[in-house]
């Protein structure tokens, strides 16, 4: 039977989407199967934003009609048959899933007993404990005592126990007040800070409720949260005076100037880039102001409602956001809030949520979170005129997964993200062009490569490349590593690390693995991306690094070499290297589980590997495996990837004195997200950077072109 944990309030808009999420992604982390289960929704045609919301979450794999109990309509007609019937959906929901996440309703007004009631009665017959969130927002540390004790006592009334309280939307400044307030309920209480963001509406809201048609901009725009409103009756001067990021502005359809004000405003250099303008009083602009508008800025939305300025401004002002799965920004700062204030693990523990023996790809991507934001490193991304290197920069900076150096024109960069509707507070963009750092280190590239014949002045042309640029500044310590390649080929990125970090000490080659996340275990292929044909010291040293780079990442190394043949019976000179690497490992590492040759077969069956090479304690539970070249690598890591639809996170450098990762061109935001994390882990093994800090030594001219 699962475990479950309901989540109740005593009322609306307490912010129990953000706490939901926040379990969901949490569980995740611990258990293989994550279940959703909405007991009560508003209708039965598929609309639940918070159902859509949750199995929209990496870790949940369920249709939507299966996370549902009944509509509020069914509980007006007969509470008693609607409480058998959500009973009953949830359990034949709860037998595929290791833990749910049990949502309670909305209060939209349910006939005869209290919601809050219902809910707890609810939560009484499915065995879930409660979860109570109370809405803070504008009470005082007392008031929300209040209300919490009124809770708990209607919920232990109706035979359900509550095991944990979340004080939500509270004053930021008075967290540790309420928090102190509740600790004389004697259970495990958190308070989280009201975030606006969290309840701001898109622009895509405020066209429905405004009855609005969209002129002018691109529909992608609409998505952006609409933070501020200004209503734009003053002269053009202090409108401008009053502009911010992310405003919708508001002025009647029939002011031409106002409108071109807006759009100029919004184009131009230095000033904010506005979430949409509306246009009331169902005035429509002359087509050539349209066009103008348009010749400005095709991007920013121009919404014609036909109601007056005061009708506008209510609707846009009572208009409240949810949260949404294409939200991401939204969806990032949930998350974020409730990783900096509620402890995961002691609010698993309080609902009995066993970690789970088996490790799923998001259960592997969150431990990567979690260990890069343990030891915050400071990531260099020289592709900040992507928008996947934004939108990935945005999620890291708000989940405080790492400090992030875009490199690019500094303005440029904060114009596409406030476009995207992104935000980049804490990051650092540098131009390498303009950079105060370029000429120490056209002088640092041109000594490194003074043997090769670089002139200090070519020098500077060449570190104001991206990717070289990005590359010295974790050489000289000003960032602990770099990832790159969204936009540039692998040699643009690993070209530089070769020639300016180099290999660390006591390694001949520098390699890759990649991370296969199956359904059930992680396991590391090693080389598929940087070696063509490796020697047998080669392919030794590329064991040794996998092998190390496993057990940096939790995964316990025990090292298959492959070959087309088991054991001894082969014979060839591709099989004579890989028994020959071997060798060279167990010689130079006695303390690692290594055998080969193995075939695929022997090294992951249990058994293939009693008939074809009994007695190992590899074959048949290979957590490394050795590919004997890149061919054969590369083209398995991809079989594998696409064939059993395993999650691929690589290439993976290993053996540089610091730590430079490759994207492919392909790499989506998760991708680049997962690649920072890595490189941040990698960061954390090599220590504190000295500016400065010397080169890893010649063996890095064995690779380096």
Known sequence: MARSIYVASLEGHSGKSLVALGLVDALSRTVSSVGVFRPITRSDAGGDHMVHLLVGHEGVDLPYERCVGVTYDDVHADPEAALATIVDRYRALERSCEAVVVVGSDYTDIAGP????????????????????VNGFERTPEQVEQLAE??????????????????????????????????????????????????????????????GELLVGDDEMLDREAEDALVCGMSTEHVLERLRDGQVCIAAGDRADALVTLAAAHAAEGFPTLAAVVLNGGYRPPPVVTDLVRGLTRSLPLVLTPHDTYTTARLVAA???????TSRRKVDTALGVFERHIDAEELLRAVEVPRSDVVTPLMFESMLIERARADRRRIVLPEADDDRILRAAATLLSREVADIVLLGDEAAVHRRAAQLGIRLDGAEVVDPARSP?????AEEYARLRAHKGVTPERALDIVQDVSFFGTMMVHTG???????????????????????????????????????????????????????????????????SSAETAARFGIEPRVAMLSYSTGESGRGADVDKVRRATRLVRERRPDLPVDGPLQYDAAVDASVARAKLPGSSVAGRATVFVFPDLNTGNNTYKAVQRSAGAVAIGPVLQGLAKPVNDLSRGATVRDIVNTVAITAIQAQEVGEPAAGESPAGAAGERVAP
């Open 114 to 133: 209290t919601e809050l009631t219902f809910n707890a009665r609810v939560a009484a017959n499915l065995g879930a404990p409660v979860l109570l969130v």
């Open 150 to 211: 009124i809770a708990i006592a209607e919920i232990r009334q109706s035979h359900a126990t509550t095991v944990g309280v979340v004080a939500n939307r509270c004053d930021p400044d008075r967290l540790d007040a309420v928090r102190q307030r509740l600790a004389g309920l004697e259970l495990p209480v958190w308070a989280l800070p009201e975030v606006p963001l969290l309840s701001a509406p898109s622009v895509r809201d405020l066209v429905r409720a405004l009855d």
């Open 319 to 325: 208009t409240r956001g949810l949260l949404t799965p």
């Open 437 to 441: 750092l370029l000429e120490p280190f």
């Open 478 to 544: 000003e960032a602990d590593g770099m990832v790159s390649g969204a936009a540039h080929t692998t040699a643009n990125t690993i070209l530089p690390a070769f020639q300016i970090i180099r290999t660390r000490p006591g390694v001949s080659i520098v390699s890759s693995v990649f991370f296969m996340c199956l359904a059930d275990r992680v396991l590391v292929y090693g080389d598929c991306a940087i070696v063509p044909d490796p020697t047998a010291e080669q392919l030794a040293d590329i064991a040794i």
